[in-house]
């Protein structure tokens, strides 16, 4: 019996990999550039198993709203960032926090499972599995919440304080753990403000460290660090949140700059 098709949202390299683990379980694989129209392609494939959304996280809300209807329940989000109130108002959503990396020419490089959530989360670790990607399917949506948060305390501490430390998160949490931890209370501070829910600094920290010692040698400063920032301090000011340890490092960024 033919397996139902599968829509591929932005066929970069991460969401090549998707695509690659799906078509080994025997699912044909549409794959979708974000500037075609969404709804046009709906009708000619309106009943897929599922629709990957890969594309970057500054286009994601206005993806979500131009989403045709027969596709709304069946999506699946990994952006970078991720936070439940991007995708509230979709029902039936599967999440997947990514820590695996893909770059052009190379194999997939994993740092720890990747935990996933909703009701295609079982599918998306068959697929991800026949590549000897790990996936960890998560049942309870406050737990998964809190795996959304250790990913973004991950990227934001990393990108962030790597804007005043350079070098690896490896040499970020041997040589300037004070700082770091400053950088990460604070970008804790901000996700409960964003979530309104409350967490154990200290046990998302951990989880946090896990993963830096999953790739010690993970660049800290990836080319988005400086809009991660100037986001993060917008959020804050909307939030009334004090983040002066990010305020500091912007204002050092800003100092570099016109020198």
């Known amino acids: 019996m033919a397996k139902r098709p599968v829509v591929v949202i932005g066929m970069g390299e991460m969401g090549s990999v998707f695509a690659r683990g799906l078509l080994r379980l025997g699912h044909p694989v549409y794959p979708v550039n974000r500037d075609i129209r969404l709804r046009k392609q709906a009708k000619r494939l309106p009943d897929p198993e599922l629709v990957l959304v890969a594309v970057a996280e500054q286009d994601l809300a206005g ?41 052009k020419g190379q194999d997939s490089k994993v740092i720890i499972p990747s935990p996933a959530h909703g009701p295609r989360a079982r599918l998306i670790a068959r697929a991800l599995a026949t590549l000897e990607i790990p996936v960890k399917v998560i049942g309870k949506k406050r737990d ?59 046990e998302l920290i951990a989880a946090m460290v896990g993963a830096f010692e999953g790739d010690p040698g993970h660049n800290c400063m990836g ?25 500091g490092i912007a204002e050092d960024l800003r100092q570099s700059q016109g020198s």
Request: no cysteine; proline share 3%; net charge neutral.
């Open 63 to 103: 993806l979500l709203d131009d989403m045709p209807n027969p596709w709304r329940k069946r999506l699946v989000l990994l952006q970078n960032e991720l936070l439940p109130d991007d995708y509230r108002h979709l029902d039936k959503v599967t999440v997947i926090s990514v820590w695996f990396e893909k770059k």
């Open 223 to 247: 080319r988005s660090a400086a809009a991660r920032l100037e986001r993060a301090l917008q959020n804050a000011q909307q939030l009334r949140i004090d983040l002066p340890t990010l305020h």
């Open 144 to 202: 998964m919440l809190t795996a959304l948060v250790v990913k973004n305390l991950y990227i934001l501490t990393s990108n962030i304080a790597g804007l005043r430390t350079g070098g690896s998160v490896g040499e970020l949490w041997a040589e300037h753990q004070d700082f770091a931890r400053k950088v990460a209370d604070e970008v804790i501070a901000l996700q409960e403000g964003l979530t309104g829910a409350h967490f154990d600094n200290a």
